[in-house]
């Protein structure tokens, strides 16, 4: 492990769900992209949520979470919600 970590928002924790869903790699990382690779991580881990989605599109995009576009952010908050509907 390590070489995922190198990304940014990528730390122990996410490193290790990544390797658990079979993604060992920034460049496998970037082929499957966040979604696909954050959907993995929620069939394992329901908690995941959309500051996983973010930090996994951030790290792809080479920037922090915070950093990624508004239009960007939006999309994957939709993406997130058809998964995990807001609490009440």
Same mark, same amino acid.
Request: no cysteine; net charge negative; charged share 30%.
């Given at each position: 492990?390590?070489?995922?970590? +190198?990304?940014?928002?990528?730390?122990? @924790?996410? @490193?290790?769900?990544?390797? @658990?869903?079979?993604?060992? $790699?920034?460049? @496998?990382?970037? +082929?499957?992209? $966040?979604r696909d690779a954050w959907?993995?991580?929620?069939?394992?881990?329901p908690s995941a949520g959309l500051a996983k989605l973010l930090a996994l599109q951030g790290a792809i995009a080479g920037v922090n979470r915070n950093d990624l576009s508004e239009t960007t952010k939006t999309n994957l908050q939709t993406f997130c919600s058809q998964y995990k509907p807001k609490r009440r």
């Open positions: 492990m390590g070489e995922l970590q +190198r990304l940014p928002n990528i730390g122990k @924790e996410l @490193e290790r769900q990544l390797y @658990e869903v079979g993604i060992t $790699s920034p460049e @496998e990382l970037r +082929r499957i992209g $966040s959907l993995r991580i929620f069939a394992q881990d």
